[in-house]
């Protein structure tokens, strides 16, 4: 069943994705293949453009199968959703902004309210930290999307860093990373832990990289 957690006085992030007008997305494959989840249409939480999603699936789509999914920085909840939709075993969805949370957890409900799939309201750093400390970490691989306001690889570049290469060292073994933003971002800062590719599908910038034994 899908579990739903909160925290309150959370300050919102603006995030710099391109404009979508308020009504619905769409989810693009598997199991809820077609299906629509509805958007709010609030400039806070601005949707990837699903040509960009579309294309990201198209590469990692087949690696959701029974992983455990990470949307990091939500928004709309559509990666997690995706992954959800194409096999993955449960997902962590994280979002700060209260009423795109609600959202989320309606769309949960109008697909399965039955599925795998913790919605939390909280600040995506913190949530982290606190996960990081649990007993038992997921055993399976991971599928962690990490799709922050394209502004806080400026604002808050060190704490993503670390972030990531926290999530990194815990993950289990041929673990997948997909990390979004756009080119004022190096990719390079992401550092040599994972051999990281990255393209371009303007104006986002998707790096994917695989835990693997070296």
Not at 32 to 59: C, V, W
Request: aromatic share 10%; with cysteine.
């Amino acid at each position: 069943m899908a579990k739903i957690t909160r925290r309150k006085n959370l300050k919102d992030w603006k995030s710099q994705r391109p404009s979508s007008d308020s009504g619905k997305l769409r989810i693009i494959g598997g199991k809820f293949r077609g299906r629509q989840i509805e958007y709010s249409g609030d400039p806070i939480t601005r949707p990837m453009k699903e040509h960009t999603r579309e294309a990201i699936f198209n590469l990692v789509g087949s690696y959701a199968k029974n992983r455990v999914a990470f949307d990091l920085f939500a928004g709309t909840g559509a990666i997690g959703l995706e992954s959800i939709s194409r096999g993955a075993a449960s997902a962590f969805l994280v979002e700060r902004h209260f009423p795109t949370v609600r959202i989320i957890e309606q769309n949960v409900r109008s697909l399965d309210p039955d599925m795998n799939v913790t919605v939390t309201a909280s600040d995506t750093f913190f949530w982290t930290r606190q996960f990081l400390k649990g007993a038992q970490l997921p055993v399976e691989p991971w599928l962690v999307f990490c799709c922050p306001p394209y502004d806080l690889y400026l604002e808050k570049k060190d704490e993503l860093l670390a972030m990531l290469g926290s999530l990194i060292e815990a993950a289990p073994l041929e673990s997948l990373f997909v990390v979004e933003s756009d080119e004022r971002f190096k990719p390079q800062c992401l550092g040599e832990s994972l051999a990281w590719e990255t393209r371009l599908y303007a104006p986002a910038l998707i790096s994917i990289g695989c835990k693997s034994e070296r």
